[in-house]
């Protein structure tokens, strides 16, 4: 079995299309676990639902997922989140809403634990450092978590020994599934922070116990233009083009 893992899409249409056309052109995958965050900052928020609706996938609620739908208050999120949030509220139909609303925080599958922000705080935290991550491994009882939210590609292990260590995931870098506990962050198809603009996601292959983490080149400019076009904040237009 093959899966591919995507967190992050923020409503980047043009991102998740160049994603899924590089998932095609690699062979092509069973399911797609999606890690939250469909929506908030970008400009097509109903399309990138619909379009992954069209996939066989499951996914994890992120902060902005239901903070759009109504779920959760928008009190935490910056001011320039906070508005998309409330754009990204009014663009979607009744059934985006309850699509939204019904995705749940924390889903186990295979020997991982999906989650959008950490296994101790599924929705808020971001998970960036060694020390984080030592807390968090406690959370969870798969060998294995997925996680988002930081838009960073991230891999945290834990050794028998309990010794903790973290490094940058590196694309088309073989990550082999050993006996270590691992906490994975597949970066951001949507929003990358990381300084690198192209979009970010993950496949993982049963059959060789690898995860290989890839860099999709899109057209940002095109999602630029529509940002501009639809009044969204301009600091999340110019981030676009730099990552960050």
Not at 6 to 35: P, Y
Not at 37 to 66: F, K, M, R
Not at 235 to 240: E, G, I, M, N, P
Request: aromatic share 8%.
């Amino acid at each position: 079995m093959r899966y591919a893992i995507i967190s992050d899409l923020h409503a980047n249409l043009a991102a998740f299309r160049a994603v899924l056309d590089d998932i095609t052109n690699r062979g092509g995958v069973e399911k797609i676990w999606c890690l939250g965050d469909i929506v908030g900052y970008g400009p097509e928020p109903g399309e990138c639902i619909e379009l992954l609706c069209q996939t066989n996938h499951i996914s994890v609620a992120g902060n902005h997922d239901w903070g759009a739908s109504g779920k959760i208050g928008i009190n935490e999120f910056n001011p320039d989140a906070a508005e998309a949030c409330q754009w990204t509220a009014q663009q979607l139909s009744p059934a985006d809403t309850d699509y939204l609303k019904g995705l749940p925080p924390v889903i186990e599958e295979e020997n991982f634990t999906l989650v959008h922000g950490s296994p101790r705080e599924p929705i808020w935290e971001y998970l960036t450092s060694t020390g984080m991550a030592k807390e968090n491994f406690a959370a969870f009882k798969t060998q294995f978590c997925l996680v988002g939210h930081s838009h960073v590609p991230l891999v945290f292990s834990r050794d028998e020994n309990g010794t903790c260590s973290g490094k940058r995931f590196l694309p088309d870098v073989k990550l082999t599934l050993g006996k270590d506990r691992l906490i994975i962050n597949p970066g951001s198809v949507g929003q990358p922070r990381d300084g690198n603009s192209q979009a970010s996601y993950a496949i993982y292959d049963t059959e060789t116990r690898v995860i290989t983490l890839h860099r999709i080149p899109y057209d940002i400019r095109a999602t630029q233009d529509r940002m501009v076009q639809l009044g969204l904040p301009m600091r999340l237009v110019a981030r676009l083009s730099y990552g960050m």
